[in-house]
């Protein structure tokens, strides 16, 4: 394995390790509050966007790095739309 080789792991790591950070304090918290969706969108859209451009569909660092951080970006984004109308819900019923 080269250096550089090596150094995609770093992002298919770290990617999706923040990424489960968030979706750990959102369900633990269940609420979305302070929680942008629009910019959970834009980092799931910049991944499936740099997985295309990259053209290493085959490669284990791009399917995590990419693919699957913007799969857990979606699930972020879920949730964050989920919460977000509960809570509109919880205050329309008061």
């Known amino acids: 394995m080269t250096l550089i080789e090596l150094a995609g792991y770093v992002p ?44 290493k569909y085959t490669e284990l660092q791009s399917i995590i790095g990419q693919l699957a951080t913007a799969a857990l970006q979606i699930y972020v984004v879920y949730l964050i739309l989920k919460y977000r109308r509960r809570a509109s819900k919880a205050a329309a019923a008061e």
């Open 12 to 55: 298919a790591i770290i990617f999706p390790a923040a990424t489960l950070m968030q979706l750990w304090h959102l369900l633990k918290t269940k609420t979305s509050d302070g929680v942008p969706a629009l910019t959970w969108l834009a980092f799931a859209l910049g991944n499936l966007s740099l997985y295309v451009y990259a053209e």
